[in-house]
């Protein structure tokens, strides 16, 4: 939030751009009713650069359970034994678990941590039994055995991670949730900038060393340029706050 509100306030001249994701532009604007900037007016959109599924992670010495309907089993059978982790509350962490739970209907107890490390940190050592995480955090300990994927919050399921099922085919049906980020510019920031801005985000996306690298950590690359990412912001701000709206999620 600080970072998109001192992008937001800088001179719109092209030398400040932000890399900022779902949770401070589309989350944000419906779990804070004093949020200091508005995404859609203080902000130009330079280019859309990935998309990245999350994986909800399990460590089986708390949770004995191998797949996602015997954790909602589980958890049908245990009202408000299970402890998640999340990012923070408003997370992304937070609200796309609580949006599965919302889906399966099941109630499940939030533990707020000061970043993922931590909360990392405490899956491993026992202290909470699920946690939604990036490919890029979760893969190492997937392939250690350490933690169990049981599944991915994108409807297809990821390359990197072919083993692994979608929350939606895993059963709860229609889940589809996942995070993004992109470039942005300060409002008022010349057009042709920010097409030039655009330009240069969108090839360097589409390179075959950065496409490597991004699919390698189950990053889906998804170049958009000012005009597309925009029009994506604003769908998300109306997804998201439909969304937490339902579930009745509120930090101010």
Do not use: C
Not at 30 to 35: A, E, G, V
Not at 108 to 113: E, F, K, L, M, Q
Not at 227 to 250: R, T, V
């Amino acid at each position: 939030m600080i970072g998109v509100e001192a992008a937001a306030r800088a001179a719109p001249d092209g030398y400040t751009v932000v890399i900022a994701g779902v949770g401070e532009l589309s989350m944000f604007p419906s779990l804070y009713r004093k949020l200091p900037y508005d995404t859609m007016k203080d902000l130009q959109g330079v280019s859309l650069i990935a998309i990245t599924p999350q994986i909800l992670v399990v460590n089986q010495s708390v949770l004995p359970v191998t797949n996602l309907r015997e954790l909602i089993q589980y958890a049908k059978a245990h009202p408000n034994k299970i402890n998640y982790g999340s990012f923070g509350t408003g997370s992304l962490a937070h609200v796309m678990t609580e949006l599965l739970a919302n889906q399966a209907g099941i109630q499940i107890t939030n533990i707020s941590y000061k970043g993922s490390a931590p909360a990392l940190a405490d899956l491993l050592g026992g202290q909470i039994g699920l946690l939604m995480l990036s490919p890029a955090l979760a893969k190492s300990h997937l392939e250690s055995g350490k933690l169990l994927g049981l599944a991915v919050s994108s409807k297809e399921r990821l390359a990197a991670l072919p083993n692994v099922p979608s929350i939606h085919e895993a059963g709860v049906p229609n889940y589809d949730a996942s995070s993004w980020f992109g470039a942005l510019v300060p409002a008022g920031t010349p057009k042709e900038i920010v097409a030039q801005l655009g330009d240069i985000f969108v090839k360097a996306v589409n390179t075959p060393e950065v496409n490597k690298l991004l699919l390698a950590n189950g990053i889906l690359p998804m170049a958009k340029g000012p005009q597309e990412f925009s029009l994506f912001i604003k769908q998300e701000i109306d997804k998201w706050g439909a969304i937490i709206k339902k579930m009745g999620l509120a930090l101010d």
